[in-house]
């Protein structure tokens, strides 16, 4: 099984500040005959279920707003919430979809207001 | 609109037997894999399986082998997860979710149902 690891497990940021938090697999997730790596983020708030906000490990999904972004490649991965809102409260989790079933997370990273 | 709407929550005996549903709309149902993720309480996300509803060609994983069963029904759009005999261990909010690309496994989740919450205790 490919493992998945992020960090740190919970972060608090200002208003307005940067969040970044970093995932990591413990195989690549980079499928060289297309050049894309097998990796999405999703945040879940509480109460709700998970909503996908990237896939390809950068590619932003439609609707979500471009203070949003992934970056990464092959095992190491980051998902950075550039200014920070009160509504990007959530828990992040990353998941590779590489090896099939699709696919392990992360732990989860919580992120807050501080 | 696409959506995945499931069953409500359900609280049972260990030993009981329960299946729940997710059925699907605004999208052809028999052409993108379907999964089962589970949340225990206070914890992360842990795919269970996936199945084409178009012939229902299933995968598990590896934890949920034989734990579990995923089928479909695709004259109703409907996939469902099964237990045949529950442990107070089973007791979580269990979520279906679609894959995004039509045919292929090698997707992400990006349709998600509300989740259903199983309690399993005496």
């Known amino acids: 099984d490919i493992v998945m690891t992020q960090s740190p497990d919970s972060l608090a940021v200002s208003l307005g500040e940067r969040a970044t938090i970093n995932c990591k697999s413990s195989?690549?997730?980079?499928?060289?005959?297309?050049?894309?790596?097998?990796l999405a983020w999703y945040q879940q708030k509480p109460g709700q279920p998970p909503k996908m906000i990237i896939y390809?490990?950068?590619t932003r999904e439609s609707g979500v707003p471009d203070r949003f972004s992934g970056s990464g490649s092959g095992t190491d991965f980051t998902l950075t919430i550039s200014s920070l809102q009160a509504e990007d409260v959530a828990v992040y989790y990353c998941?590779?979809?590489?090896?099939?079933?699709?696919?392990?997370f992360g732990q989860g990273t919580k992120v807050e207001i501080k | 609109e696409v959506q995945l709407v499931q069953s409500g929550a359900e609280v049972k005996k260990p030993g009981e037997s329960l299946k729940i549903s997710c059925k699907g709309s605004?999208?052809?149902?028999?052409?993108?894999?379907l999964g089962w993720v589970r949340q225990m309480p206070g914890k992360g996300l842990e795919c269970m399986g996936i199945?084409?509803?178009?012939?229902?060609?299933?995968r598990y994983s590896p934890s949920f082998q034989g734990q579990v069963t995923i089928s479909a029904d695709e004259s109703i759009s409907t996939a469902y997860l099964q237990w045949s005999s529950l442990r107070a261990s089973d007791t979580a909010m269990y979520y279906c979710?679609?894959?995004?690309?039509?045919?292929?496994?090698?997707?992400?989740?990006?349709?998600w149902g509300q989740g259903t919450m199983i309690t399993v205790s005496s």
């Open positions: 998941q590779q979809y590489y090896s099939t079933p699709p696919g392990t």
């Open positions: 979710a679609r894959l995004r690309l039509t045919t292929v496994t090698r997707a992400a989740f990006d349709i």
């Open positions: 605004g999208y052809n149902f028999t052409n993108f894999w």
């Open positions: 199945i084409y509803p178009g012939d229902s060609d299933t």
């Open positions: 195989q690549s997730v980079l499928y060289r005959s297309n050049n894309k790596n097998y």
């Open positions: 390809w490990a950068s």
